[in-house]
């Protein structure tokens, strides 16, 4: 692909501590300043946000009803590069990043590249470096079916054929994307295309409540394709599992209130289900770390996994 004019698409909403090194960060990429197009898409800020990206070079839109799929349209119709570029305020790209995108795109059979993990800022927590383990490992493959939009380039003529993203989501806009593109389009995964994000769950509550934002509709997705016959093998671990673990919830309760009346089969019970919910996570956690070479990164990935289980397990009750 020869040097096509790039629109740069970010939505955020008070971002002011990240959004000036985010469009810093593209403004100094290796490539031609008048082909690079950077629009900032607010959702209604109330800090510095809307001030510091006019001050890095960006256009800003404003637009504070609108939901994050419709933020990153709005963004796209503003534009008007050949490429779509589509960052979070909270992700930095290095000098090299878009070639390393075009580099793929030159190929008219691909649709969509980018990575499925990103590098850590330093002083990265214990959470933060365990979950980067599992995104490593999940992220290898040559067949991704989807890619976060933490930081993606899209053709222009693909994305306006399917629509853009979906906005009746919440969340999870960009795996109906990835499979909607997948359809017609190769979608290339590469750790090259890795940005440094600065914003990651810190803690175990943390973790627990943005995989509980997430997991509904994720599952929601999920079963989308799972009923159309466009489902894959890790999709459906990933269905099942929350499924699994409600169960077993269920019968952990009606155990331990056969053990409050001094049942013996109600402790039983109890003990069976506690067993059936370790194990899960327990291997999870160990094929992680044997595949990683991370053997002292077990314990930390036996917590992680819990917490992410017990939140998309909670996200099940939610679905009507």
């Given at each position: 692909?020869?040097?096509?004019?790039?629109?740069?698409?970010?939505?955020?909403?008070?971002?002011?501590?990240?959004?000036?090194?985010?469009?810093?960060?593209?403004?100094?990429?290796?490539?031609?300043?008048?082909?690079?197009?950077?629009?900032?898409?607010?959702?209604?800020?109330?800090?510095?946000?809307?001030?510091?990206?006019?001050?890095?070079?960006?256009?800003?839109?404003?637009?504070?009803?609108?939901?994050?799929?419709?933020?990153?349209?709005?963004?796209?119709?503003?534009?008007?590069?050949?490429?779509?570029?589509?960052?979070?305020?909270?992700?930095?790209?290095?000098?090299?990043?878009?070639?390393?995108?075009?580099?793929?795109?030159?190929?008219?059979?691909?649709?969509?590249?980018?990575?499925?993990?990103?590098?850590?800022?330093?002083?990265?927590?214990?959470?933060?470096?365990?979950?980067?383990?599992?995104?490593?490992?999940?992220?290898?493959?040559?067949?991704?079916?989807?890619?976060?939009?933490?930081?993606?380039?899209?053709?222009?003529?693909?994305?306006?054929?399917?629509?853009?993203?979906?906005?009746?989501?919440?969340?999870?806009?960009?795996?109906?994307?990835?499979?909607?593109?997948?359809?017609?389009?190769?979608?290339?995964?590469?750790?090259?295309?890795?940005?440094?994000?600065?914003?990651?769950?810190?803690?175990?509550?943390?973790?627990y409540s943005k995989e509980m934002w997430r997991g509904r509709d994720s599952l929601l997705t999920s079963l989308e394709y799972f009923t159309s016959g466009r489902w894959r093998f890790n999709e459906l671990i990933s269905l099942a599992l929350p499924f699994y673990y409600s169960f077993f919830f269920v019968?952990?309760?009606?155990?331990?209130?056969?053990?409050?009346?001094?049942?013996?089969?109600?402790?039983?019970?109890?003990?069976?289900?506690?067993?059936?919910?370790?194990?899960?996570?327990?291997?999870?956690?160990?094929?992680?770390?044997?595949?990683?070479?991370?053997?002292?990164?077990?314990?930390?990935?036996?917590?992680?996994?819990?917490?992410?289980?017990?939140?998309?397990?909670?996200?099940?009750?939610?679905?009507?």
């Amino acid at each position: 692909m020869n040097e096509p004019k790039v629109t740069f698409v970010i939505p955020c909403l008070n971002s002011s501590d990240t959004i000036g090194d985010c469009v810093g960060h593209i403004m100094d990429l290796d490539y031609p300043k008048h082909l690079k197009q950077v629009i900032v898409v607010d959702n209604g800020s109330e800090d510095s946000t809307v001030q510091i990206s006019k001050e890095r070079g960006a256009e800003v839109v404003v637009d504070p009803e609108a939901s994050i799929a419709g933020l990153r349209n709005l963004g796209a119709q503003t534009g008007d590069g050949e490429l779509l570029v589509f960052v979070d305020s909270d992700c930095l790209l290095r000098p090299n990043w878009l070639r390393v995108a075009l580099k793929h795109l030159g190929d008219d059979s691909v649709g969509l590249t980018g990575s499925k993990t990103y590098d850590l800022a330093d002083g990265a927590t214990w959470v933060e470096k365990a979950w980067k383990v599992h995104l490593d490992f999940s992220g290898e493959g040559s067949n991704p079916g989807w890619l976060t939009t933490r930081a993606i380039a899209v053709r222009r003529d693909v994305f306006d054929k399917i629509g853009g993203f979906d906005q009746k989501k919440t969340t999870c806009e960009d795996v109906d994307l990835g499979y909607s593109i997948g359809k017609t389009h190769k979608i290339v995964v590469d750790k090259e295309l890795s940005p440094i994000h600065l914003k990651n769950p810190t803690t175990l509550k943390e973790l627990y409540s943005k995989e509980m934002w997430r997991g509904r509709d994720s599952l929601l997705t999920s079963l989308e394709y799972f009923t159309s016959g466009r489902w894959r093998f890790n999709e459906l671990i990933s269905l099942a599992l929350p499924f699994y673990y409600s169960f077993f919830f269920v019968a952990l309760i009606v155990g331990l209130l056969f053990s409050l009346v001094g049942k013996l089969l109600g402790l039983k019970m109890v003990l069976f289900c506690l067993l059936l919910m370790v194990i899960p996570v327990a291997l999870l956690a160990l094929r992680t770390v044997k595949a990683r070479g991370e053997n002292d990164q077990f314990r930390s990935l036996f917590l992680v996994y819990s917490v992410y289980i017990a939140a998309r397990t909670r996200a099940v009750f939610s679905l009507r």
